[in-house]
């Protein structure tokens, strides 16, 4: 008896790693495809004879469509249940990856990335909730900070595997690549998803909202635009675009209040633990991001370092993230969600601190040190907020969760990318009289620091906030 026990209990064990290198290999590839086709945006640039203003859409689309039907797959993930919305999700984004590889065009390509987006949405809406699934709750932490190894390890070694492909191949290899690794997961999940209880069925029966995915996807649409053009607009527009999008907001929220099958558990957003995690998750990304788009600048422009030592320095985040998730989600398992994501923000709000006293001569080592610990504070809140939300939840809201928690988390990469614009302009030209950042001359790289540190001065005032809001989420 206690031997077929321990053999009952040796076999769950297996099946939910099983399960975590299936959704692993899934968060993996979607990752390192994003930071692959960064680089090899000028290659495709020069094969297509195609100005940038044109190109930079096979990055945007991809991010628009992945932010825009996040919740919806996450509410069809619930309804159709989460093993099946994964799968097709691979199946989606595996074609999406074939046609891009063979577009005879650009417009052919942008409209295949759609394709692919579609799919990493449909995956990055299920993935969460089958590693919520196969895990304990008592490990559900661990599961989920494993999870940020996949993560890093894609975002380090896309711009690696990229730049070898290109040179020995073409852009285009880059997406032929997916498709063994696409095939192997399709093959791998269709058979654990068989033999396994995890991902398997319909977790409610409600119908999925057409009317607000459709308000939703408004909503958010304008949200992305709205930060994307924010830098370039003047004060009007600003001010226009701002009420455009409160009264979009509106609309869906009453819209939301009298749908019996609402796209979005509004009783959910009641509880502090619920929208605090959305909103800390979404100032979090902000703040990261903040340092992502203007640190390179100052390297660039004031330090004179090339592209591949930039890219060196840069890569402290996701390496710190790589050693500190799994850390991080098996103390969520001992501590709680409270005190470690509210230490995380902390640690991410001095790490910010520590960047605004860099100037044009600081070390690259103390450089890359404040990014590691950037890193740190982000690993160390990342895991335990998402395992807070999802371990608290019943089975029918999970999918729509983790749904809103990559949008929550999408749309704070893009204001945060805003924010760096706008900010970091603004003090630019206080501090130079009136000049603008694409005339900067080596003449003016005090100001740029001066410019750069009062950017981020602005951006550890909001982390600050984050910290203090993290902390009154419920125990």
């Known amino acids: 008896m206690l031997g077929e026990e321990a053999s009952t209990a040796e076999e769950t064990g297996m099946a939910k790693w099983r399960i975590f290198l299936l959704v692993g290999a899934g968060v993996f590839l979607s990752t390192m495809d994003s930071s692959m086709v960064n680089v090899a945006l000028p290659s495709i640039m020069r094969s297509f004879s195609a100005p940038l203003i044109q190109v930079q859409w096979v990055v945007l689309i991809y991010l628009l469509t992945i932010t825009v039907s ?50 990493a949405a449909m995956m990055m809406a299920s993935g969460p909730v089958i590693i919520r699934d196969a895990f304990p709750r008592r490990e559900l932490g661990k599961g989920l900070g494993m999870i940020g190894i996949a993560t890093s390890a894609g975002l380090m070694s896309g711009p690696l595997v990229s730049g070898l492909l290109i040179d020995w191949f073409s852009w285009r290899m880059i997406f032929l690549v997916n498709l063994p690794i696409s095939l192997v997961i399709l093959a791998g999940g269709t058979y654990l998803f068989r033999i396994s209880k995890v991902g398997n069925g319909a977790r409610n029966k409600r119908q999925v909202d057409g009317r607000g995915a459709l308000l939703w996807a408004v909503v958010v649409l304008s949200c992305i635009l709205y930060a994307h053009f924010l830098p370039s607009f003047g004060w009007f527009f600003r001010v226009g675009g701002a009420l455009w999008l409160g009264l979009a907001t509106a609309s869906f929220i009453w819209a939301e209040r009298t749908r019996k099958s609402a796209i979005l558990p509004l009783h959910l957003f009641g509880k502090s633990y619920y929208h605090i995690g959305l909103i800390t998750a979404a100032v979090s990304f902000a703040s990261l991001f903040v340092v992502l788009v203007l640190l390179p600048f100052y390297l660039d422009l004031v330090r004179g370092l090339p592209a591949n030592l930039i890219g060196l320095v840069m890569m402290a985040v996701p390496l710190s993230l790589f050693v500190v998730s799994p850390t991080s989600g098996m103390l969520f398992d001992r501590l709680g969600g409270r005190i470690l994501t509210t230490a995380g923000l902390a640690i991410s709000f001095v790490a910010l601190l520590s960047l605004a006293t860099i100037d044009g001569a600081s070390s690259l080592i103390a450089i890359c040190g404040r990014l590691v610990l950037l890193g740190m504070g982000q690993s160390m809140f990342l895991a335990p907020n998402t395992a807070s939300l999802l371990s608290r939840i019943g089975d029918d809201d999970a999918g729509v969760t983790a749904g809103l928690l990559a949008t929550s988390r999408n749309l704070g990469m893009l204001f945060g990318a805003a924010f760096a614009g706008i900010v970091f302009a603004a003090w630019f030209s206080w501090f130079t009289g009136g000049a603008e950042v694409r005339h900067f001359v080596s003449g003016q790289s005090d100001q740029f620091v001066a410019a750069l540190r009062a950017t981020f001065l602005c951006a550890a005032a909001v982390s600050l906030a984050a910290v203090v809001i993290s902390w009154q989420r419920e125990r």
Request: net charge neutral; aromatic share 10%; hydrophobic share 60%.
């Open 70 to 119: 996040l919740l919806f797959w996450g509410v069809a993930a619930d309804r159709l249940g989460i093993g099946t919305v994964y799968l097709l999700g691979i199946g989606v984004f595996g074609t999406g990856s074939l046609v891009c590889a063979v577009a005879p065009n650009l417009w052919l390509l942008i409209s295949a990335r759609l394709v692919e987006g579609v799919g």
